[in-house]
Nanobody, 120 residues
Framework: QVQLVESGGGLVQAGGSLRLSCAAS?????MGWFRQAPGKEREFVAT????????YHADSVKGRFTISRDDAKNTVYLQMNSLKPEDTAVYYC????????????????WGQGTQVTVSS
């Protein structure tokens, strides 16, 4: 069992920045960030592999968001810059036994989510 605890969400103006954190009680292969806006399906944002720190980002956030991990702290981050109103969603971190997968059904442990609201 891996427990994941997100933090760092909040309200920010368009063009601003936030950094989300996800503290993990253990490790699988990869960690991912997803988001879900009201009335929409859960959407892949970014993923990283624990050992190599290789990352992959969705096209919608590439160049604005960066996933990273702190090996010593067992923590994964999502640095979000140049935020847009359409980035408003609940953001979830998740752990997978697969390598850099973007499929939500291949993540076995999920955090409780943290709300990010971007005002225009």
């Amino acid at each position: 069992q891996v427990q994941l605890v997100e933090s760092g969400g909040g309200l920010v103006q368009a063009g601003g920045s936030l950094r989300l954190s996800c503290a993990a009680s253990g490790r699988l292969i990869s960690m991912g960030w997803f988001r879900q806006a009201p009335g929409k399906e859960r959407e892949f944002v970014a993923t990283t592999e624990w050992t190599t720190a290789i990352t992959y980002h969705a096209d919608s956030v590439k160049g604005r968001f960066t996933i990273s991990r702190d090996d010593a702290k067992n923590t994964v981050y999502l640095q979000m810059n140049s935020l847009k109103p359409e980035d408003t969603a609940v953001y979830y971190c998740a752990a997978s036994r697969r390598y850099l997968t973007i499929r939500p059904d291949e993540y076995v442990y999920w955090g409780q989510g943290t709300q990010v609201t971007v005002s225009s």
